[in-house]
């Protein structure tokens, strides 16, 4: 029959011309996937903020409007330290946040943010990519449903602002100090008297002396709150030589996304981490400016050999005892040591060796 | 007539489903772009030769298959120095390189590379990124009908290998030199004798006096030279503090390029060129490591400060002669010299303090 024949055509037409579109389309998958990303900061918090803002706009762009990524910050999930949680339960599809904030849920955390006396930004970089830091970062996640990438570092920080010149290890016995964290566990290893306390009350204590010193970043973060006025010691570094964010990524979430959409994404990471470094380095140069010609009488100062040496001993104890409790403790930090053993004989004869040139 | 209601219903049903269809492809250009990437490194450069091989990788997967790039090395189009020209003309579509090879051809090339006593890395990057550098470096190429983004950083190359001791400027005196470049011509403004030589005739050359000292790059690629056997003496960096490579791109050939390729094209370029560093970083330390434990007798120097001193004073002056004769010239130079300035400043009580307050 014509007509059976016509429909039988007429198919065959509409098969074909389906499987040429198909064809020309064959890698691509329109779908959009809207993810959904709880950030520890507040909104509009320069530096720290930018990177999942600049990340969100990147992986929009390459993905042609493929990915798109909102963005939470505190104040809309009122959860600024649950941001593990949040991802990890699917609440969020992805965070932005600083690993050291989980140790107390999840101790081994603690080794992918800044370590005292450890690796610079520029030598952890290269362990987390050349080195097997990533894996292991990886390694101490995957338990707890998540991927967890670097996610831009905020530079050196600086050792604080003190009322008075640290000159021997008794200088810091009993000297109350706003240093949360870690740090704060090798200050009290030394006699100190670490405390945290609330960003908003943090100049009314060191200036009313119920502190006597604090920590907070450096120069970019630390003008505006004006410690330069109250404390005339500006310490250099020695317990976050290089603190890197992260961003987290629910990993069911992740197994969904199209591969394509898999390496923009950790892609969008990677340029996003980098940028926030280079904007830091930018940032605290601008305020360390202003600052110094401002505040000409900031004397800036590294604690002696002495107290260097007493707080490394301090950090390397705690650092032992972590690593005898838990097998996978252990091997983080001995990648580490090995790597920042390694690397530093070379930053000594390259990096510090141009820059100490000059100045001597 | 049934049957030409069945032709026109069956006709619609077509045009529904390609609009439908259409419509969930909306925003796809699927269209294959094929780039060609010509390098100056011949096949296989490690490091170097890394670079595009990781852009192109990245570009494609990004892209899902719609950006392909074909990179061919020096031992193909046999022109290593001859970049710049072909992705100009249009015989290449892309360049990896450096941006100091070209400065006979575009003298304000030069500055782009890496400047003798100037920005480290990542001072560097932080001025490209942030502080209008790359904005600078576009304005250079652009009438030369191409696009320059920074492609990747070696490392700080070491001052080199020398035969004696440098104790005093006498000692440069007549110093008959491998040091191509700028550099080189720093070093005759203080008396030595720069010259150019071949790779494969540089080990001969030093090993039988025809030159006294010789500079190559760093461990990662003067461990398999060799040179360690014959010049004991290996001083720190001074030339090259940080030795950006770039990627070229032909104006037109961008031009022509939807916008998410575009984009996905210059974040492949971010990612390779950082990528890049850090793996210089840790090919560095590694080759350190082996050079340093099978040759202990090296000895590792700096020049000492009369030395730095009196080339520090050459290189102003010849930079002062090019900035006297070229606007854009005297714009580069100052915006480096005020990024320099102001960034450095806060290097030395970050960075720097951090590394000497652990070797002091």
Known sequence: ?????????????????????????????????????????????????????????????????????????????????????????????????????WKGKVPNTLYFSSMPFGMTTMEQYSWFYHGGGLELMQQVYSPHNLLSFPGGNSDIQMGGWFKKEINTIDD???????????????????????????????????ERGTIDALEWVGPAFDLRMGFQKIAPYYYTAWHEPGSETQFLVNKKVWQELPDDLKIILETSFRVAAFDMYTQALHENANSWSKMSSEYPDIKVRSFPPEVINALKQANGELLKQQAANDELAKEILDSQASYLNKMREWTTISLQAYLNEQTN
Chains 1, 2 share one sequence.
């Open 172 to 206: 810091l016995k009993g000297l109350k100090m706003r240093i949360p964290g870690f740090a704060g566990e090798v200050l009290a290893q030394v006699g100190a008297k670490p405390t945290n306390i609330a960003p908003g009350e943090l100049y009314t204590s060191l």
């Open 1 to 101: 029959m014509d007509f059976k024949k016509t429909i039988r055509r007429v198919s065959t037409l509409i098969v074909a011309s389906l499987t040429t579109l198909a064809a020309t389309h064959v890698q691509a998958d329109d779908k959009v996937y809207r993810l959904k990303l709880a950030e520890t900061w507040g909104p509009n918090t320069p530096i720290l903020g930018d990177a999942s803002k600049n990340m969100a706009k990147l992986a929009k762009e390459m993905s042609n409007g493929r990915l798109i990524i909102r963005i939470d910050s505190a104040n809309k999930h009122k959860a600024p330290l649950g941001v593990f949680d949040m991802v990890k339960s699917g609440q969020y599809d992805l965070g932005h946040s600083s690993s050291y904030y």
